[in-house]
Each structure stands twice: as structure tokens, then as C-alpha cells.
């Protein structure tokens, strides 16, 4: 059995519009980072938010591991999936230190652990040094990098990537684009990277689907 499983997943906003998404099907194994690949407002950020819980599909089904998230009986509220989400802007707080970005989503665990895991992804992404910066002290590099490693504190099943490298320049996003590869791999966390630029998918992903509108 796949590690994470789209079955048959219907979406459209509103009557009249027809479906944006139509008997989608997507199956991946633990560890794999699959992107998706497609022009604007083929369904591909719709996707995302699906997965997330913060859209509800008009039918199918949608399974981590043995647990159903989404079908026709139930639906699992977005801050109970185990889903972590880079968006293209990265989201940061900007009244809030490095640290304190990272240890947002872990308030939950006990001191002792949260600082615990602090250290750990200030390591994994090479920003022990940064803790007390504000995101706007950073660079678009170093903000892509606590953008990952936010995401990745709280341990989530599945990591959901929304364009991340669309704010960045050329040189920049050839350099980010190789770390990510590495830090993915090091995390070994089953991710989708939605893009419109193939060679986001291709540096990074281990396979690719293309959607079209």
C-alpha cells in the first residue's frame, strides 16, 4: 500500500465553472518528492489546498498512511493532517525572531523538546548563527531556509511546496534549489513541489506529472 493516496479527487469553485480538478488520482511512496507541473489555473495550487484541508473536495478520498483524511464520511479539520506548507512568499512572521518562527508550530511539546528541536532544524538548514535575526535581516535564501525548516519542526507526514522559488533570482534559485534537494533527502519527508518551472521539478523531484487545464 502507497504511503500517501489521492483516489478519484473532484473540486470546482461554484456552479457553472465545471471542475478544476476531475477524478485526480495521485499515489506516492514515504520519502518521495513528486512535483507537479503545469501552467497557471490548472488545478495545481487547488491540489495543495486540498490535501491541507483548507478547500473540502466535492468527492473522493485522500489517505496518509492508514489514516483517511478526506472522504465521503469524514473530514479531518487542517491543523490535525501532519501537513507542513511552504508558500511562495514563505510566510514568515515578521515580528518574530528566527527562532521564534521556527518554534511557532511547536507549542505543543514540552519546553525541554521544543528547544531540542530548534537546534535541529537550525542545523539541518546552516542557520545555528541566525536564531535571533529578524526575517527581515535575511536574505531571500536564508528566509527560504527557515521557511523549511518551520515546516519540517513539527515532524509532518507529508511537506506541500507552492512555488517556492518564484521570489527568487536566477543564481539564487539555482543555489536554493540544489540545498533543498539535499535538505529533502536528509529529512527523507514525502513532498510535493507544485511549480511551472520544469527545471524546479527536474534538479529536485524524483518524478513529475504534468496537469493541464
Known amino acids: 500500500m502507497s504511503f500517501f493516496q489521492l483516489e478519484n479527487v473532484t473540486f470546482g469553485y461554484g456552479t457553472g465553472s465545471g471542475p478544476v480538478l476531475r477524478n485526480f488520482s495521485l499515489r506516492m511512496e514515504q520519502g518521495e518528492i513528486v512535483g507537479i507541473l503545469g501552467s497557471s489555473g490548472c488545478g495545481k495550487s487547488t491540489l495543495l489546498r486540498l490535501i491541507a ?6 468527492g473522493g ?11 465521503e464520511r469524514q473530514f479531518v479539520e487542517p491543523e490535525h493532517r501532519g501537513v507542513g506548507m511552504i508558500f511562495q512568499d514563505y510566510a514568515l512572521f515578521p515580528h518574530l525572531t528566527v527562532e521564534q518562527n521556527i518554534l511557532f508550530g511547536l507549542h505543543r511539546l514540552p519546553k525541554k523538546e521544543r528547544e531540542v528541536r530548534l537546534r535541529e532544524m537550525l542545523a539541518l538548514v546552516q542557520m545555528e548563527g541566525f536564531g535571533k535575526r529578524y526575517p527581515h535581516e535575511l536574505s531571500g535564501g536564508q528566509q527560504q531556509r527557515v521557511a523549511f525548516a518551520r515546516a519540517l519542526a513539527p515532524r509532518p507526514a507529508i511537506l506541500l511546496m507552492d512555488e517556492p522559488f518564484s521570489n527568487l533570482d ?6 536554493i534549489r540544489e540545498e533543498l534537494k539535499t535538505l529533502l533527502r536528509a529529512a527523507h ?4 513541489l507544485v511549480t511551472h518551472d520544469r527545471e524546479d521539478a527536474e534538479t529536485i523531484c524524483d518524478r513529475i506529472i504534468r496537469m493541464a487545464r
Open 189 to 192: 519527508i514525502t513532498t510535493i
Open 53 to 58: 484541508g483548507l478547500e473540502a473536495p466535492a
Open 61 to 71: 478520498r485522500i489517505r496518509i498512511g492508514e489514516r483517511v483524511l478526506v472522504d
Open 170 to 175: 536566477a543564481d539564487l534559485k539555482q543555489k
